[in-house]
């Protein structure tokens, strides 16, 4: 597609339910960033896939977090017994040239409301 | 581990003026890249500029301007003759330049200033 793709806009759930949150990079872009932004900070890195591999899940903040890219393209965030800590706004991103230092096309996010 | 602090959580602007959004950075590392992105109530973020730190030239892009000061880790956005539509939060990124180092393939964001600009 023409932009990063994230679906859905918005989702409210209850504490303690499973969600999963959709990333749909560009064409062709071999690394995907998932980042959460708390209101009114900055985005925060959770995790980086190179094709179908997480690279790099240090981010991540417990183990109720999880993502996948089955296929290298399309991403999804799970996040099992929802807190409502988890109430923020979760940003994806994907780039085409591993190394270069630009490219980065970031999606319009997820927000996330746990009531 | 690298840390980007924005010290302005607010700045207002009059249409028209010039503003200076302030970031300062903390890292080891001799060679990385630093940019300013722009967050619309969209929720996208935009890239607006972009600095490597080898160059010494301070970037400009049309009416955005760096002033990079690398020894005193400075890295702050000059927006000139301002208009409406760049109101918005804009957030100071690091990235470092290690090619091995999957770390070094994030940015790492600061808190964010939000831009009001009066009409």
């Known amino acids: 597609g023409a932009g990063v793709s994230q679906t859905p806009s918005n989702k409210v759930t209850e504490k303690g339910k499973y969600v999963e949150l959709r990333c749909d990079p560009i064409?062709?872009?071999?690394?995907l960033y998932w980042y959460r932004q708390s209101l009114g900070q900055g985005p925060e890195f959770l995790i980086y896939f190179q094709g179908t591999g997480a690279a790099d899940d240090s981010g991540l903040p417990n183990d109720r977090f999880f993502a996948v890219r089955p296929e290298g393209s399309v991403s999804t965030l799970k996040i099992q017994r929802t807190e409502r800590g988890d109430s923020a706004v979760y940003l994806c991103?994907?780039?085409?040239?591993?190394?270069?230092?630009?490219?980065?096309?970031f999606g319009s996010g997820t927000r996330l409301t746990v009531v | 581990a690298q840390t980007v602090t924005q010290s302005q959580p607010e700045m207002s602007v009059q249409e028209a003026e010039t503003v200076t959004l302030s970031c300062t950075y903390d890292t080891s590392e001799s060679d990385y890249y630093l940019f300013w992105y722009k967050q619309p109530p969209s929720r996208q973020m935009i890239l607006v500029i972009r600095q490597e730190a080898y160059k010494q030239q301070n970037a400009t892009e049309n009416r955005f301007s760096v002033n990079f000061q690398k020894a005193a880790k400075s890295f702050s956005l000059k927006i000139s003759d301002s208009q409406l539509g760049d109101a918005a939060m804009y957030f100071c990124?690091?990235?470092?330049?290690?090619?091995?180092?999957?770390?070094?393939?994030?940015?790492?964001f600061g808190g964010g200033t939000r831009l009001m600009v009066k009409p």
């Open positions: 064409s062709g872009h071999t690394a």
């Open positions: 991103a994907s780039r085409y040239l591993r190394g270069s230092a630009y490219g980065y096309t």
């Open positions: 990124a690091y990235r470092s330049a290690e090619l091995n180092n999957n770390a070094g393939n994030m940015l790492t």
